[in-house]
């Protein structure tokens, strides 16, 4: 269980991951070294998962973001081996930022960020030549409004 001190914690790191124990500990009303050890044991806990820099990915020559549903194939002897296939395909493209499981008509959700048109038609085809696809499709982002990785943690009762 996190108590609130830990919450805002985790929401300052989450707005600037380089904020020093130092820094922190000012906002929160704590001494450095007692932030120190909560920040290592909400490490420890795998609630803090890791630190990362946020890019602009147009400037890195990836302007294009694209969502992929995928249905694998229905034939009870390729689907376990399908989701599978679709799973190992996501965790070894670079350009697959995301992969979810999903209920419903489709069995994943992939986010890709894509340098034009042509590299996300070879990287679908890569997916869809690599699993027993029976249904893709495609929605290209036209624009962001909200774009974020933060997670408010859930209030207690």
Sequence with gaps: MIDETDRQIIYLLQQDGRLSNAALAEKVGLT?????ERVRKLERKGII????AVVDAEALGKPITA???LTVSGLVENYVESK???MEVALAEPDVLEC????????YV???RVANPKALERLIERIRTQASISRSTT??????????????PAATD
């Design 32 to 36: 450095t070294s007692t932030v120190y």
């Design 49 to 52: 998962k890791g630190y990362t």
């Design 67 to 69: 969502f992929i549903r």
């Design 84 to 86: 599978t296939k679709v």
């Design 100 to 107: 979810h499981g999903v209920a419903g008509e489709d069995c």
């Design 110 to 112: 992939l986010k890709v």
């Design 139 to 152: 929605n290209i982002v036209l624009s962001t409004f909200k774009e974020s990785l933060a997670v408010v």
